[in-house]
């Protein structure tokens, strides 16, 4: 059967970068709810695949959402969601840790939960032979809740420390009994353990969150989990495997969140504060990549203001390698660092304006400058890049059209620069991405743009872009439909998992269908189902209980609503400086 031939080709196929111990008595599968070659390049995944797989009371293994067409196989021999490496259906074991990044994936994590035969709903699950169902990872750090109805604990923070302490009080409350996992009140021990159960939220006349009862011990909060010092822990490619997205890469984690505050971005309030791994550590670590592969992909929210980034890409450039930073603050290259980059190949930058005019860069708290961003974009272009990517966002708030038509004029006067300064200059691609409000921002009460409306801005900014670019800009605009079920996902509560519940009943897995099926719930009210605009479009009032209040991020609410106002009146904030500021509540 072609499913196993795969699985085994897989194996054959990986490179593991560690020693594994294994062959404990509790067995684990960690799951990823996305194909392989997306979780095989994801490392928060591989880090939390590495503590179960070097812990040797566990026996780990690994499981990924099937392709398409190991689905179909599936589905049509009715046979059930199976692990990668030994096979073993997912119902053989102790427990399934979900590790989950992305919000859009929660309804993966439905599918693969029903393709394994393990009821959904924790309800139906209690009191039976069923794994015991835990998830962690960034997407339910900022709000777990649209799949709280269906997993029995959540781990909220950074896992470093808290995954081996839940698995030390797993052992010890599990004993050497090898049938039914703990009691949950023993898990919940561990501080960041959610545990959803104890928890109802009650709503008011008005379909908000009137209150939470609370049945479980101490107070009704969750503190997330975050380590100190990344330098204790190397997170980077554990396993390498060229069918990985990044499979030409190494990749290596440089920092958790970001100094800069950008008002939309969830990386740089929920990691706060900010903490690098020093310049020697990750020259060792990039190093050791180099004996892998030739390109070292730099991983975090912000790479230019690294510490030594330069000279991180001077020492792998020196190597005959070359640096590959995620995204760059454009005021933040120097001229050392656009050197290092380009050295050894690098044709192609990727920097991040967000927004075509200045006041849009103001409200969105971007600390960056019309003059800086040409400025970077001369210095890039002289030393030898040949193609630009701009990031820009779409439907922002406080926005007007007039905003948008200048990210035609920002991308034509870079194009501009581009051919004065380059050698070879070839292309700009604009990506644009419609604004998501997302949880722990300043604009989390935000609702999402009306998907007509962004349709409407972004055929007229490819109109723009064509009038002054012609064919040397490139649009790749994220699909405002996309955005809508990504936004339903990232501010809804509880109720959502309803929602999440039909689409994986009738099959609903491609963006495609699920927008149909949720055109069809806001346009004809169904039993047991919220109006899914309810999240998306609603405004939420700054005084209603918000679904993912409980979680305790250090971040003051005061502090995220002075940002929104400041936003309104095109206040900017200072970036984080960690040694003085007391002032969100993070250090
Ligand atoms: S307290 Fe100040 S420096 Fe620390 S995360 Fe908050 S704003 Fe940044």
Redesign the pocket.
Known sequence: MFLRKRAIERIANEKVLYRRYGGGDIPVCVVYPNVYRLGMANLGFQAVHHIFACEPRVAADRAFLPDADERAAIRARQASLVSLESARPLTDFEMLAFSISFETDYLNVLTMLSMAGIPLRRSERAGLNYPLIIAGGSAVFLNPEPIADFIDLFLIGEGEEMVPEFLDVYGEARGHANDAAPPLDQLGRVEGAYIPDYFTPIPDEAGRIGSVRYSGPGVPRVKRRLIQDLDRFTTASLILTKESVFGDMYLVEASR?C?W?CRFCAAGFMY???RYRSPERLIAEATRGLAERNVIGLVGAEMASVPGVAAIAGAVADAGGRLSPSSLKADCISPQLAAALVRNGNRSVTIAPEAGSERMRKVINKNLSEPEILHAAEMLMERGVESLKLYFMVGLPEETDEDVREIARLTATILARARTHGKHVGRVTVSLNPFVPKPWTPFQWDPMEDVQSLKGKIAMLRAELGRVGGSAIELDAESPRDAYFQTLVSRGDRRVGAILERLSAIGCEEPGAIWHHLRKIRREAQPGLPDPDFFVRRHYTHDEILPWDFIDHH?HKW?MLSERKKAHYEHQ?R????T????????
């Open positions: 969140g100094q505050g706060r504060p900010i971040i502090f904030t970036p984080c400086d960690v003085r500021c007391t002032v969100c509540g993070a250090c």
